[in-house]
């Protein structure tokens, strides 16, 4: 199966055994019912063994697997009359990241997330999900819009990191990262952040900074991609798999640091499995969090997401 | 000059020594009293160096400076009163190696993190000024630096005093992960106040400076500067080079660079470093008093 990780291969193979024994009985006429059901109670078994103990190196597999679930999905899915804007008014159009103005239960909310491509072609459009400058400054440009006219906003994160490029750094990568932070604090309307695939790097706290910061059960959030590391530590990319167990990117790691405030579950074998449940699942989350933040004042929005991340650190004094 | 009476000799046929280069010791310049230019090459007294702000004479390459060298250059009289001097890292991930890497990079530099914070005054002007030092675990971020420099701005925003920062960074502190990371966020929303109370910050970048530092309170700043030939960007030049697969010409992401580019302000050569700085401040002020807007 082209789909399933490294991991799932067991599940795989057992699925393959029964479908034979099921084949090779028909066509001879011979009763295998009584072998098939105990297979088929092993494979259940396996399932819950394999996805209840999904490893940190296992879920960075999952949270970049290529039929995950894209915030373009999960607009369609959650949202309604969504209205995608375009451009930053400086420079261009960077489709690495999308948004516009929908509404969730009838609310109108401004939606922003990174968008990675479908296929080779639209990745390619997309820069795989890594955003330019201009990415950014669209992104900032909406949520500019969403505290001019009082709404909320959502925004999903899910990418590698800011695109490593000459043009980038030409036009202000850093810059265009560090006003995003800086700016996102001071904003008056509530603000909750999702991490549905992957967190990669100053990237993705381009849009990270809210009031809520949720992840679905299996993404990843880091300061640099579990690849990175391993080659800058080790001076070896392959260990990466050792890097994502040392550096601790699983939405309950990040829930134990209280960087994250809650993790969305999903389905058995993770988002691609069912897209439909797991955009249920969000949508809850969503409507509870944005109920809970629709009490406060603007200014009280303001300073509960100043708090959140001041008090984000460790150290002896 | 030397060099010039040596150059002759390369009319005559020469055969390599092996056995001489083997076992004499690579010239090593005596530690202390005489410096090399990592640039150039040119050697020079070190006495003469530090009198030179460690700007190499020849050409005129600025030397990476550790914290305090860099705070007794630019405060009056180098007199600075420090905060959070005694503040060192924890270890919250338990990650491998990290507590004793920490332990050697202390013995290393004699600092106990990779930023120093405190205030002093500037041309008689006070200052809260945070001062990174790259030997200090290439001056990364993490929970420390984070804190510490967010306290410096809180400060600054409290007793109304202009802030400096300057930065220089490798990036984030990989072995706090995500903590550091949220470290880009933390000092950024302290910087989104202190603009709001009017506070002046003036940004100075100092050789090299890349990652989450750039990506945060380095490029926030009213006013950017940059001494000469500092590298300042946010993806280093080796993972650029690697996705657009093509080399990058040598001045990419210097200081200069980044002028041409409408990314920073100024370069200003480290021998007018405390006099710009000063001016910049006093056309910051009314009536002696340095101005918060609003």
Known sequence: MQNELPYEQPLSELRQKIDELKRFGSEKGIDFSEEIARLEERYKKLEQEIYTNISPSQKMHLARHHQRPTTLDFISHIFTDFVELHGDRLFGDDLAIVGGIARLNGVPVTVIGHQRGKDTKDNIARFFGSPHPEGFRKALRLMYQADKFNRPIITLIDTKGAYPGNTAEQRGQAEAIARNLRDMAMLKVPIICVVIGEGGSGGALALGVGNRVLMLENAIYSVISPNGAASILWKDASKADQAAEAMKITAKDLLEMSVIEDIIPEPQGGAHKDVEATSLLLKEALTKHLNELLKMTPDELREDRYNKFRQIGQFQE | ?294
């Open chain 2, 1 to 294: 000059m030397f060099k010039d009476l040596f150059q002759k000799k390369k009319k005559y046929a020469t055969v390599p020594s092996v056995r001489d280069n083997h076992n004499r010791p690579k010239r090593e310049i005596p530690e202390g009293i005489m410096n090399k230019c990592p640039k150039c090459g040119n050697i020079q007294y070190f006495k003469e160096l530090e009198k030179n702000l460690k700007v190499c004479s020849e050409c005129d390459h600025h030397m990476r400076l550790n914290a305090f060298e860099r705070i007794s250059m630019t405060l009056d009289d180098g007199r600075f009163f420090e905060y959070d001097s005694e503040m060192t890292s924890a270890d919250p991930l338990n990650f491998p190696g990290y507590v004793e890497k920490l332990k050697q990079q202390h013995e290393k530099s004699g600092l106990h993190e990779a930023v120093i914070t405190g205030e002093g005054t500037i041309g008689g002007f006070p200052v809260v000024m945070a001062v990174m030092s790259a030997d200090f675990f290439t001056g990364s971020m993490g929970s420390v630096v984070g804190e510490k420099v967010t306290r410096a701005i809180e400060m600054a925003i409290q007793k109304q005093y202009p802030l400096i920062i300057f930065s220089t960074s490798g990036g984030a502190r990989m072995q706090e992960s995500i903590l550091s990371l949220m470290q880009m966020a933390k000092t950024s929303a302290a910087l989104g106040k202190l603009h709001e109370s009017g506070g002046l910050y003036i940004s100075v970048i100092t050789d090299p400076t890349f990652g989450g530092i750039t990506a945060s309170f380095t490029m926030l700043g009213d006013i950017i500067l940059a001494e000469p030939g500092a590298v300042v960007g946010f993806a280093g030049r080796r993972v650029i080079e690697q996705t657009i697969r093509q080399k990058l010409p040598d001045e990419f992401q210097t200081a200069e660079f980044n002028l041409k580019h409408g990314q920073i302000d100024m370069v200003v050569h480290r021998k007018d470093m405390k006099q710009t700085l000063a001016k910049l401040i006093d056309l910051h002020t009314v009536k002696g008093e340095v101005t918060h807007a609003e």
